[in-house]
């Protein structure tokens, strides 16, 4: 089959490889009939993602038709439509009964290597490192389902590809950042991002009823889809003023938003251009793996007593942590 | 070097022990020496195939979890069939 493959640092080509075999019973075997490249597959593209090989098939956000399927998947059947989460989860172990299935317990071969950087091991995920368990990814003609009986959504009426790809993961990590939130209604509510995931964010936080949602971000068209499409309220463009946040503390009588949202990651860009400068030498020297700017910016603007919800994707150690302000305002942090 | 490792499995502790003792679950783990991380991968394959019922095999891990795969990872894409016989003939896990 074809396939995108990683062959180092800022390279990637489609090339010929094997076809996917069934390994487990509980596997299946997938035809991709759409696919998607996920702002977090720039941080692997980038090279700043431990763990990545040459030839690592890219890709985490992919549904298709079901060929083959393994002796113990018994709720899919050849010919059916399904989205492929991208975490992939064993629905037995402790996590996955509690509904945490991105840290099952069972689903990462390489788990041992997980647990050194992180303290314990975390979810097997497609096309995403071998931290993640080094499974092929979804930008190919075919994939490899693991527990494919747990995982994936059937999409049985004629919705188009492009109505239900999402749910691979952009717009449940943009829900579970509102989540996140804990959104009663009348709350102010930041996003930093305003791309695909932050766009699912600040429509998933005027869903239940926020009364202020702002977006940031530095390019126009996005803040401006934020505005028309998503529901934000007010946006910031860092481009052209960097104190986001002083404007935070504009928008919202000085106290700060009720709750941020980081959907940015581990390659924020800072307005300035020389901090921003530094902390790129810092990361191209892997003195660091995460540029915090974002993350630093949303603790500093959370008003006291806030939630900073992080669904953007860190990939190791950052510099300049704040933890003073984390702590001495007494702010919840939620991530995932 | 620390020897000491240890992990949960979600069965009642009776279940637990009495699995350890089935060969299909718990021989393989409890003959294990060496380094700590073998032991340990020894006992999360133990989890693995009490709680889901096989050991999963990944692309860059097709035999399961194993110590010498952490540091000589295969690329993450599906192996030819001569390397899938190869790992079926050196035992999965």
């Given at each position: 089959?074809?396939?995108?493959?990683?062959?180092?640092?800022?390279?990637?080509?489609?090339?010929?490889?094997?076809?996917?075999?069934?390994?487990?019973?509980?596997?299946?075997?997938?035809?991709?009939?759409?696919?998607?490249?996920?702002?977090?597959?720039?941080?692997?593209?980038?090279?700043?993602?431990?763990?990545?090989?040459?030839?690592?098939?890219?890709?985490?956000?992919?549904?298709?038709?079901?060929?083959?399927?393994?002796?113990?998947?018994?709720?899919?059947?050849?010919?059916?439509?399904?989205?492929?989460?991208?975490?992939?989860?064993?629905?037995?172990?402790?996590?996955?009964?509690?509904?945490?299935?991105?840290?099952?317990?069972?689903?990462?071969?390489?788990?041992?290597?997980?647990?050194?950087?992180?303290?314990?091991?975390?979810?097997?995920?497609?096309?995403?490192?071998?931290?993640?368990?080094?499974?092929?990814?979804?930008?190919?003609?075919?994939?490899?389902?693991?527990?494919?009986?747990?995982?994936?959504?059937?999409?049985?009426?004629?919705?188009?590809?492009?109505?239900?790809?999402?749910?691979?993961?952009?717009?449940?990590?943009?829900?579970?950042?509102?989540?996140?939130?804990?959104?009663?209604?009348?709350?102010?509510?930041?996003?930093?991002?305003?791309?695909?995931?932050?766009?699912?964010?600040?429509?998933?936080?005027?869903?239940?009823?926020?009364?202020?949602?702002?977006a940031i971000d530095r390019y126009d068209y996005r803040l401006q889809?934020?505005?028309?499409?998503?529901?934000?309220?007010?946006?910031?463009?860092?481009?052209?003023?960097?104190?986001?946040?002083?404007?935070?503390?504009?928008?919202?009588?000085?106290?700060?938003?009720?709750?941020?949202i980081d959907a940015v990651g581990m390659e924020a860009t800072h307005?300035?251009?020389?901090?921003?400068?530094?902390?790129?030498?810092?990361?191209?020297?892997?003195?660091?793996?995460?540029?915090?700017?974002?993350?630093?910016?949303?603790?500093?603007?959370?008003?006291?007593?806030?939630?900073?919800?992080?669904?953007?994707?860190?990939?190791?150690?950052?510099?300049?942590?704040?933890?003073?302000?984390?702590?001495?305002?007494?702010?919840?942090?939620?991530?995932? | 070097?620390?020897?000491?490792?240890?992990?949960?499995?979600?069965?009642?502790?009776?279940?637990?022990?009495?699995?350890?003792t089935n060969p299909a679950y718990g021989t393989a783990a409890s003959?294990?020496?060496?380094?700590?991380?073998?032991?340990?991968?020894?006992?999360?394959?133990?989890?693995?195939?009490?709680?889901?019922?096989?050991?999963?095999?990944?692309?860059?891990?097709?035999?399961?979890?194993?110590?010498?795969?952490?540091?000589?990872?295969?690329?993450?894409?599906?192996?030819?069939?001569?390397?899938?016989?190869?790992?079926?003939?050196?035992?999965?896990?």
């Open positions: 089959m074809r396939a995108k493959v990683w062959s180092g640092r800022n390279t990637v080509q489609v090339e010929n490889v094997p076809d996917p075999k069934i390994l487990n019973d509980r596997d299946a075997i997938v035809r991709i009939t759409s696919t998607a490249i996920c702002g977090s597959d720039l941080h692997l593209y980038d090279g700043y993602i431990p763990t990545m090989e040459k030839g690592d098939i890219l890709g985490h956000e992919f549904m298709g038709e079901i060929v083959e399927t393994g002796r113990g998947v018994e709720n899919l059947q050849v010919g059916d439509r399904v989205v492929v989460p991208f975490p992939i989860a064993c629905g037995n172990c402790w996590a996955c009964r509690h509904e945490l299935y991105s840290v099952c317990e069972n689903s990462n071969p390489n788990a041992g290597i997980a647990e050194k950087l992180f303290g314990h091991p975390t979810a097997g995920i497609f096309g995403y490192s071998h931290i993640t368990g080094g499974y092929a990814g979804g930008q190919a003609e075919y994939a490899r389902v693991p527990f494919a009986d747990v995982g994936p959504i059937k999409i049985d009426d004629d919705l188009a590809d492009e109505q239900v790809l999402f749910l691979s993961d952009i717009f449940p990590t943009g829900y579970m950042g509102a989540e996140f939130c804990d959104i009663k209604g009348g709350e102010s509510i930041a996003v930093f991002g305003a791309g695909p995931v932050g766009q699912f964010a600040i429509a998933s936080a005027v869903m239940p009823g926020a009364e202020q949602v702002i889809m934020a505005r028309t499409r998503c529901g934000a309220t007010d946006v910031i463009d860092f481009s052209k003023d960097a104190d986001i946040v002083e404007q935070l503390k504009e928008l919202t009588g000085g106290r700060g938003p009720d709750a941020v307005g300035h251009g020389a901090i921003h400068a530094a902390e790129r030498v810092k990361q191209a020297a892997r003195m660091e793996t995460d540029r915090g700017h974002a993350l630093r910016d949303a603790i500093l603007a959370c008003r006291p007593a806030g939630i900073v919800s992080i669904i953007g994707v860190y990939g190791g150690l950052m510099d300049k942590f704040p933890t003073g302000a984390l702590m001495n305002k007494g702010l919840t942090i939620r991530t995932g | 070097m620390n020897t000491r490792v240890a992990i949960t499995v979600l069965r009642e502790r009776d279940e637990v022990a009495r699995l350890w003959r294990e020496v060496g380094a700590a991380v073998v032991f340990k991968d020894a006992l999360r394959r133990f989890k693995q195939r009490v709680e889901t019922g096989e050991v999963p095999r990944s692309d860059g891990s097709p035999e399961g979890e194993r110590a010498e795969r952490k540091v000589r990872q295969r690329p993450a894409q599906p192996l030819t069939a001569s390397e899938l016989a190869e790992v079926e003939k050196a035992g999965v896990s």
